[in-house]
């Protein structure tokens, strides 16, 4: 047998779950209301939102991928959905949405059909939820291509899903996964046969999706790094960094990898993260992290999304450090691939760098997104609001979150105006097609009735009047 025919009853079995899914979407679009599409969506987020199925949730996916902790990812199920379907509430998706009698066009909503998810491991239920509840909300089918590790949970979410379902005589079919075990040859196929990718993940899978032939919308990789100026509530600041660089143990692509700190309160900033439990390393003993943190040019899994105890026993620096250590702030002044901790962690390890003056931090940051994380977001601590305007128009960054917790504020804050979402665009600067956070505008597309008006046609001397009187003609 060669490696063909071993190959071909895993394609059959993806094409057998598209084509339901494709039955099962003209069904339901044929059949289509904003009041159904709504009740379909209200059923994926209560799935997931019941206590009691949340809890459930956040075990499995803590037991079976070793990343995170419970209680945290219990909350982040509960705000992401609440935060998401809050998001849905008002929004049209079914029929006319808009309809403009001085432009004569009529805008009509209209699902893509079906979609295929790409979700990493991270999150493994609330990440599938997000894009199942957009999904249904834009009366399309969806099939979840779940991480490896991430495989039970889903599984788990969506026979919550399907019980949903049933109370209210939806088809199943509508949401679906690719069964275990999972391969790149499956989820390759089911990204060329689907209508539209989302893919939230690994950089490969990214490359991947884009490139797979079937219009993709993908997210860059994150590589959060913070501002704290001399104007800062420091107290303030400090107690933000850390609630949002230990949640879920630092498993979110929004939790901050680096800090740069102006000098004039760098000594007082680094006292206010000791307050909160971060625990300084000086730059001259860096090494021994990195080497613990790296030890075969890969993260150590036995620090990655760890609590702090396990974290600092895999770094041996329990001994070294008060006993109510949250995280660690590691000192460097390096930057790129030859000094890793300006890169992504994924842990409860923080890189902190000194700079002179806010024109220096500046510098540092957007040489650290240059290295990794273009795009995605960068925060700063700040009493000068001008400063954080000054960072949108010169980084290469989506996103400039001011004074709040980056990990609760980039995807969205009941705080903030953002899309409640998982997946943050990272523009030209991070090689994908949106800017955006992933939101249910993703999920449809629409048709324009284009009617006939009165002319709207200026005279050339309207146009370039302004432009010749400069210029000359």
Partial sequence: MNAQDEIAPEIAEVDRIVARARAAQKAYEAGGSQALYDKAALA???????????????EIAVQTTGLGNVPDK???????TLGLLRDLAGAKTHGVISDDPATGITEIARPIGVIGA???????????????????????AIVVAPSPKGVASCELLLSY?????DKLGLDRDLVQMLPAPGSKAKTQRLMETVDRVICTGSQNNVHRAQSCGTPAVAVGAGNVTVIVDETADLAAAAAK?????CFDNATSCSSENAVVV??????????????????????????????KLWPDGHLNRSVIAQDADKMLAALDMTS??????KFLAVETSGIGPDHPLSGEKLSRVLALYRAADFDEAKAVAARILAYQGAGHSIGIHTGDDARAVGLGREMPTCRVIVNQAHTFATGGGFNNGMPFSLSMGCGSWGGNSIDTNLNWRHFVQTTNIVRPIDPVEPSVEDIFAGYWAEAGQ
């Fill in 320 to 325: 070294k450090v008060p006993a109510d250590t």
């Fill in 241 to 245: 960094i850390t609630a949002s660089k």
């Fill in 161 to 165: 899903i399907h019980a949903e379902f």
């Fill in 262 to 291: 102006v000098g004039a309160v760098y000594d007082a900033f680094v006292a206010a993260l000791a307050a909160e439990g971060g625990a300084l390393v000086p730059e001259a003993e860096s090494a021994g992290i990195v080497s």
């Fill in 74 to 80: 219990i909350t982040k199920n509960h705000r992401k």
């Fill in 118 to 140: 790409v979700v990493p491991s991270t999150n493994p239920a609330a990440t599938p939820a997000n894009n199942i509840v957009n999904a249904l909300k834009g009366g399309n």
């Fill in 44 to 58: 994926a987020g209560w799935a997931i939102m019941e206590p009691a199925r949340n809890r459930a949730l956040a």
